[in-house]
């Protein structure tokens, strides 16, 4: 069975900085690509940053120049680290990871629970 366990959110204040964090565990044989998304009230799940294995990184045009994701690959660990906050980046934060599983050599997506982020103005 395989989990990602999320950390790290909380509130926030505008201009501050919050990171969050997305361990993968179980069995995994490879993670092709982990990333973060984001659901406000009322809207619809929207990527926020991807990284792949090799270190090829994609992000919203609302959050390039304030976010930045990076991985720990022998940790099969995630981060997002969040600077220049803004009320309108109050979300839950949802952990994504694309692997392929030890047993089968299939391929499959799993979600984190989710994380809130508040920032007050």
């Known amino acids: 069975q395989v989990q990602l366990v999320e950390s790290g959110g909380g509130v926030g204040q505008t201009v501050g900085s919050l990171r969050l964090s997305c361990a993968a565990s179980?069995?995994?044989?490879?993670?092709?690509?982990m990333g973060w998304y984001r659901q406000a009230p009322g809207k619809q799940r929207e990527l926020v940053a991807a990284?792949?294995?090799?270190?090829?990184?994609n992000y919203a045009d609302s959050v390039k120049g304030r976010f930045t994701i990076s991985s720990d690959n022998a940790k099969n660990t995630v981060f997002l680290q969040m600077n220049s906050l803004k009320p309108e980046d109050t979300a839950v934060y949802y952990c994504?990871?694309?692997?392929?599983?030890?047993?089968?050599?299939?391929?499959?997506?799993?979600w984190g629970q989710g994380t809130l982020v508040t920032v007050s103005s």
């Open positions: 990284i792949t294995s090799g270190g090829r990184t």
């Open positions: 994504n990871a694309g692997f392929v599983v030890t047993a089968t050599g299939t391929y499959q997506q799993i």
């Open positions: 179980g069995s995994i044989f490879s993670i092709n690509a």
